[in-house]
């Protein structure tokens, strides 16, 4: 069964960047996909990023190209989401799980979901 732990939240100043970390078992090989997802309370989450495993195929939510970038550590099972020129609307829980995209590149998470507690990113406006 798949497991994934998010670190690496914090507060920054609009403008600024941190680097959010997901750990991940039972998810990574190659033929998963994983990627970053975001939600606000009262909304809907967010697909935000999706890499395949094998680091073939990178995605971005169109809010986000430029500005992040997805990147991991295969030995460690681990991604990384390097998020730079953070706005105060990145501010959200931020959470990993396996992924897929759809027609029109929308970025979904894959089901079953295998969610782990989150991160928090707070950009003060």
């Known amino acids: 069964q798949g497991q994934v732990t998010e670190s690496g939240g914090g507060v920054v100043q609009a403008g600024g960047s941190l680097r959010l970390s997901c750990t991940a078992s039972?998810?990574?090989?190659?033929?998963?996909?994983m990627g970053w997802f975001r939600q606000v309370e009262g909304k809907e989450r967010e697909g935000v990023s999706c890499?395949?495993?094998?680091?073939?195929?990178?995605w971005y939510a169109d809010s986000v190209k430029g500005r992040f970038s997805l990147s991991r550590d295969t030995a460690k099972n681990t991604l990384y989401l390097q998020m730079n020129s953070l706005k105060p609307e990145d501010a959200a829980m931020y959470y990993c799980?396996?992924?897929?995209?759809?027609?029109?590149?929308?970025?979904?998470?894959?089901?079953?979901?295998?969610w782990g507690q989150g991160t928090q990113v707070i950009v003060p406006s």
């Open positions: 799980a396996a992924c897929v995209v759809v027609a029109g590149g929308l970025i979904l998470p894959k089901t079953p979901s295998h």
């Open positions: 039972g998810l990574t090989s190659d033929g998963y996909a």
């Open positions: 890499m395949t495993w094998s680091g073939g195929r990178t």
